[in-house]
Each structure stands twice: as structure tokens, then as C-alpha cells.
T-cell receptor, first 119, second 114 residues
Framework: DVKVTQSSRYLVKRTGEKVFLECVQD?????MFWYRQDPGLGLRLIYF???????EKGDIPEGYSVSREKKERFSLILESASTNQTSMYLC??????????????????FGPGTRLTVL | AQKITQTQPGMFVQEKEAVTLDCTYD???????LFWYKQPSSGEMIFLIY??????QNATEGRYSLNFQKARKSANLVISASQLGDSAMYFC???????????FGAGTQVVVTP
């Protein structure tokens, strides 16, 4: 079974702190994604990565950065946490992107989520 | 730009009844995939069903079926014989043909009552 793990289920930080959220997948997937989930807004893509050291902005990248030094690990960084970044953060991975492996291979496998509260 | 719309924020359904969750999408890409996920209160996202834009037949997976109407750009999820364990948030998502990025709808909260 594909397994995607996230470093914490719950996290409480103070405004201005630097926050690291870590995500690890064990199925050699090419693509990894970071989303935030807020009520009424669904999941919104922050950043994604299609290869080691490669990253692309999603729909809401402001205030966030990412790092992918190894294929299995994708980190989300909040350089200076703010209260409006209080949210549920979900990491996902997929075998490939686009048409390369067929559209079904775009299925994303999710981690359990990290509920971040910024005080 | 791609867009996914789920117009039902919440719904109640009685146990053993069928329920239809609406999802409409908008894209100019002829190649795309449509996915439904379930998110129970525990928070994990569970993949339910997939439909490709070129698939001729509606997808089915056990009690889940997808009513795919390409001309109307809709991909409604039908859950037959609802169970109490079906109570959850349900998300419709569309992947694009470039990087397989997903656009998610806002979700529909389903509550199954005895």
C-alpha cells in the first residue's frame, strides 16, 4: 500500500515563527503536492514538485516555500507564520503527472494532514 | 483555467437510500480525469472512483457510481444503499493533462441518519 506520512497531526506555533511541515512517501512517486484545506474552500494547491529539486507554484503560494532534496520527501516551509495560515495542511503524491502514464496514474495519495494553529 | 463546482454544501440522507452528489466542471483541455474522494471526520482523504474524459462507460466501484455527462460537463457521484459510515465530506476533483494537478470543489458534507 502507498503510504504518505506527515511529521505532525497537530501543531501550534506563534506568529513570526518559522514552521516546517514534512511529508514522506514510500512508493517512489514522481509528483508531490502541498494543499491547505479551509471550510467552504475545499483543498487549494500551494506548491507541487514533479522531480527532485523541481518545484512549481500552485494557486496560493504566497507566504510559503518548499524543498524537495530527496524524491521521497517534500517539505513545506512557512518563513514567518501568520494567523491567517492557521489551517489543515495536506500532502499528497502521485505516480506521474499528465498523460505520461495515463490519466488514472494522476490519482493522488494523501497523508493524514497536519492541523496547524498559529497564535 | 479549470474550475470545479459542487453546489451542495451539505445534505442529509436516510440509511439504505441512494444519494447523488453534484459536480460540474469547466475545462478547455480535451484530456482530463475526474476523481471523487471521501474525507471522514478523522481527516484522511480516501479515493473512491475515477472517470477519464475519454471513457465511454460510467465508472462504478461497489456502491459508488459516477454519472458522467460530458456534454453537460457534469460528473455526479451516486452512492447507493447509504450506510452510517458514509457520513463524511465528499470532494470532486479534476486533474489536468500537464502535471496532473488537481482542482478541487468546495466539498459536500453528507450525514447519513438511521
Amino acid at each position: 500500500d502507498v503510504k504518505v506520512t506527515q511529521s505532525s497531526r497537530y501543531l501550534v506555533k506563534r506568529t513570526g515563527e518559522k514552521v516546517f511541515l514534512e511529508c514522506v512517501q514510500d512508493m517512489d512517486h514522481e509528483n508531490m503536492f502541498w494543499y491547505r484545506q479551509d471550510p467552504g474552500l475545499g483543498l487549494r494547491l500551494i506548491y507541487f514538485s514533479y522531480d527532485v529539486k523541481m518545484k512549481e507554484k500552485g494557486d496560493i503560494p504566497e507566504g510559503y516555500s518548499v524543498s524537495r532534496e530527496k524524491k521521497e520527501r517534500f517539505s513545506l516551509i512557512l518563513e514567518s507564520a501568520s494567523t491567517n495560515q492557521t489551517s489543515m495542511y495536506l500532502c499528497a503524491s502521485s505516480p506521474s503527472g499528465g498523460l505520461a502514464g495515463g490519466l488514472m496514474s494522476n490519482e493522488q495519495f494523501f497523508g493524514p494532514g497536519t492541523r496547524l494553529t498559529v497564535l | 483555467a479549470q474550475k470545479i463546482t459542487q453546489t451542495q454544501p451539505g445534505m442529509f440522507v436516510q440509511e439504505k437510500e441512494a444519494v447523488t452528489l453534484d459536480c460540474t466542471y469547466d475545462t478547455s483541455d480535451p484530456s482530463y480525469g475526474l476523481f471523487w474522494y471521501k474525507q471522514p471526520s478523522s481527516g484522511e482523504m480516501i479515493f473512491l472512483i475515477y472517470q477519464g474524459s475519454y471513457d465511454q462507460q460510467n465508472a462504478t466501484e461497489g456502491r459508488y457510481s459516477l454519472n458522467f455527462q460530458k456534454a453537460r460537463k457534469s460528473a455526479n457521484l451516486v452512492i447507493s444503499a447509504s450506510q452510517l459510515g458514509d457520513s463524511a465530506m465528499y470532494f470532486c476533483a479534476m486533474s489536468d493533462s500537464s502535471w496532473g494537478k488537481f482542482q478541487f470543489g468546495a466539498g459536500t458534507q453528507v450525514v447519513v441518519t438511521p
